[in-house]
């Protein structure tokens, strides 16, 4: 419990438990944080399942925000914790490639059973400290691989993020993404165009700053994710490694700015160009350019960098 109980959301939790409880309805941590508990890691957010309906959430606390009614999702405002309590359901059919078109307000078992990974897909009963589950994600956490609930290729075909978000928990976890699911994705990570890029960056993003990010670039190349994801840019496997490696404890705009500078040192405008498409921030593309076209002593900044020389560290500093 301990990962639980010395989180900053804890005492929400145990404020938003314990008035369902009184209520008459169930209500349990789901997903990640579950996932993180038996890892013995700090989960960045604890989120609730319950058999309450959004408009029963709504009538039960006085702060509340209806983020994804049509999906069964609040986020309760409880002892200054913004905490989200979703209803358990399953999905209807997915049509876009990211979202379902319909759900249907189900039971915990069928919630799990939407889900994308076994390890996502575990339940904490509070009162009896104990995790329930439905899809033997304890026995692949125990295992450290990453399989998907169900058959893989239609869990990809409902919802094409979940392909990079296989990359992200590899690169962030260290675990090996399992056989089928692997195949699955080269099947189709192609269509991973489908995805809004905000939300593509947002996973990149996270496996940048992950701990194996170097693992994370090198598996999501031989999944077929890099044509779809970056075009003509060629795999730097030993730049990712000399600069990631020594780099895990920077920020995300250094990070963004060490992954295109590897990969276009051509004019301001290329670079300007890349970073829309990417949607960063324009105070995080003006970084960018600055600092790929920075000079030490009138020569570019490039050749320190790749060379990691200490002026190179010197001027991140400024960044």
């Not at 319909?102 to 990974?117: G, H, L, N």
């Not at 076994?118 to 956490?141: C, H, P, R, S, W």
């Not at 269509?191 to 890029?197: N, Y």
């Not at 004019?267 to 990417?278: I, M, R, Y």
Request: charged share 30%; net charge negative.
């Amino acid at each position: 419990m301990t990962p639980f109980t010395n989180h900053p959301q804890w005492p929400a939790i145990e404020a938003i438990h314990k008035k369902l409880s009184s209520e008459g309805f169930r209500s349990l941590i789901a997903g990640g944080a579950v996932r993180d508990l038996l890892l013995q890691r700090s989960p960045n957010d604890i989120d609730i399942a319950t058999d309450a309906r959004p408009e029963q959430v709504e009538a039960l606390f006085e702060k509340t925000v209806m983020v994804g009614k049509a999906f069964g999702v609040s986020r309760v405002i409880v002892r200054g914790q913004d905490v989200e309590v979703a209803t358990f359901r399953k999905d209807g059919p997915y049509r876009d490639g990211r979202k379902p078109e319909s759900i249907e307000y189900s039971s915990m078992e069928e919630d799990a059973k939407r889900r994308d990974f076994t390890m996502n897909a575990l339940f904490y009963d509070i009162d009896k400290k104990e995790i329930i589950d439905f899809v033997e994600g304890q026995k692949d956490i125990m295992k450290k691989i990453i399989r998907t609930v169900g058959i893989a290729e239609k869990r990809f075909e409902e919802d094409k993020l979940r392909i990079l978000r296989a990359v992200r928990f590899h690169a962030q976890l260290g675990f090996p993404i399992e056989q089928h699911t692997a195949d699955a994705i080269r099947k189709y990570s192609i269509m991973i165009h489908q995805v809004s890029m905000e939300r593509v960056r947002d996973e990149w993003e996270k496996i940048l700053q992950a701990e194996q990010a170097v693992s994370g670039f090198g598996r999501a190349h031989d999944l077929g994710l890099w044509t779809p994801l970056f075009g003509s840019w060629k795999y730097e496997s030993e730049e990712y490694k000399k600069l990631f490696d020594l780099n895990k404890d920077k920020d995300s705009e250094v990070l963004w700015i060490l992954w295109f500078l590897i990969h276009c040192q051509e004019s301001k405008e290329k670079l300007a160009e890349l970073g829309l498409h990417w949607k960063l921030s324009k105070k995080t593309i003006q970084k960018l350019i600055d600092f790929t076209f920075a000079e030490v002593d009138g020569e570019s900044v490039i050749p320190h960098i790749i060379g990691l020389t200490e002026e190179a560290f010197e001027l991140w500093t400024q960044y």
